[in-house]
């Protein structure tokens, strides 16, 4: 088992920055890669992207053209989600996950473990 806890959320203005943080627990050498997702209302749950948990290799959805930044910290077993010049449409619940099997990165379904959320909210 694997225990994730998102940490960091909040309101910001648009512009702004957060650094969103999830912590693993438990069964932690059987991560293989750590996602991350966010799902807006009355949206379906969507890729914002993922690190490699061995080798820091990252990957990132096209639509947030660079703003992003996925960063790991093995040590303390949690990776980062770094969000520079958020906008109005960021506004979503964000989740990180652990996948245990090497599968599609970006594929909600594909992933085995999953945080509780926390609630980001970009103001105009």
């Known amino acids: 088992q694997v225990q994730l806890v998102e940490s960091g959320g909040g309101l910001v203005q648009a512009g702004g920055s957060l650094r969103l943080s999830c912590a693993a627990s438990?069964?932690?050498?059987?991560?293989?890669?750590m996602g991350w997702f966010r799902q807006a209302p009355g949206k379906e749950r969507e890729f914002v992207g993922v690190?490699?948990?061995?080798?820091?290799?990252?990957a990132y959805a096209s639509s947030l053209k660079g703003r992003f930044t996925i960063s790991r910290d093995n040590a303390k077993n949690t990776v980062y989600l770094q969000m520079n010049s958020l906008k109005p449409e960021d506004t979503a619940v964000y989740y990180c996950?652990?996948?245990?099997?090497?599968?599609?990165?970006?594929?909600?379904?594909?992933?085995?473990?999953w945080g509780q959320g926390t609630q980001v909210t970009v103001s105009s």
């Open positions: 996950a652990a996948q245990k099997v090497s599968a599609s990165w970006i594929r909600p379904n594909d992933y085995d473990y």
């Open positions: 690190i490699s948990w061995s080798s820091g290799s990252t």
């Open positions: 438990g069964s932690i050498f059987s991560i293989k890669a």
